[in-house]
């Protein structure tokens, strides 16, 4: 008989997996909160219309869809982003500006499982509307890199690929390209890596008559810019105040980044333009230095989407981080884990015992001291050996003699040390 599997692309949370888990978001949720970032929640499920209206193509075609049993369109969420623009939006007259909210959810995608990418995967997203300056894109990447440095990866660990959308439009556009055919160039422009060049050039002949190969070169050059001043020095052949303001947007920005102390985790590369159709400014996607993997993290500013679902016009730049590429990462680095199993006091006694034992061993739960015990006592040696197992940093003995005149030996586990307490005072001894 086959015994069942996980489908591809999902995973299993054994209890060490859980654990490793829970500190990647533990340290998140920090991070966000030390940010002055509050928590939201959305549906898994949603309406499919909500993302086929503004995600773009490649989200669509990765969708997890289905008719439910009242011929609903619905969708398990690919991203948290449309959701979230559909909360804020709704209550957007009412809520304090700027609205700072983060959450850690469950995304699916049906897409290829590789490393790195698998078809079920936790995001952390951080999120700041209502402000229309550089101050909040900011905010979000030195979010970003604060999160990062807190599992201890440093600047020669990773970097974050900043971008520009809007001066990628200028260019496009400076060739002479309609603003319809925008989003379909930017589409060509982010495959570029992954696609023949020939095939690059077809397709932008198809969209600018023959002018392909020149885009195409401009391009190249265009990737290779990695600071301000080759920005500027490119922008004369483009000649276009436009183009020339909104560097100074982009040096303002990396002027603010510098006054956090965070440059060296920031390096201009327009190879990164992002996948997603709604955003309209700063993009940025955070890799790892080696560039070996996918993207750790990804985001944006993107101004139009909650006024284009329909509601007010609120200005939005976030971010999302998942689980796999930085659980990855973090494993190879082997960076120190704190999960293991965290238990206080192991509680150890025989048949004549119990009650005394498993009373204490009761109390001291409800004290919110984590507690364990052998669930059959077998002999002193035997649970003793079990403490040592689960990592306890003391055991509890109560042995007969001891305990017929109030009194049990508290062993610590590390030090073999063990001394013989009145049970009046176990917590007092367990808490030093
Ligand atoms: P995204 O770039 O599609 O952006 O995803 C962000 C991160 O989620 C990726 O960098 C990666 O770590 C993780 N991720 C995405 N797809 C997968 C997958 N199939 N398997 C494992 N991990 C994956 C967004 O989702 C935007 N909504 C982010 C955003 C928030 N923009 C503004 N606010």
Redesign the pocket.
Known sequence: MSTFQTLAGFRDFYPDDCAFRNFIFERFRQSAMTFGFEEYDAPILESMELFTAKSGEEIISQLFNFEDKGGRSVAMRP???PSLARMVGARASTLRRPIKWFSISEMF?Y?RPQK????S?Y?F?A?VFGNESSYADAEIILLGIHMLKSFGLAAEDFHVRLSDRQLWTLFIRSHGIGEDDVPEVLGIIDKIEREEPSKTIESLDKICKGGGRKIFDNLLEIRTIHSINDVREFSKKIANDAFARRIDELAQLLARIKAFGVSDFVTIDFGIV???AYYTGFVF?IFERSGQS???????R?DNLIKRLGYADLPAV?????D??LGNLLKEKNIALEFSRNIHCFVVYSTQTETLALGQATMLREQKINTDYCLDPTTFSKQLKTAAQVNAKYAIIFGEEEAKTGHAKVKDMSSANEVVVEIDRLIEVISR
């Open positions: 991203e948290m982003t995608r897409e790195g990418r698998l078809r995967f995001q997203n999120d992002r996948g997603l996607e996918r993207a750790l993290a990804g985001g944006g993107y976030g971010f999302a981080i998942g796999v590429t």
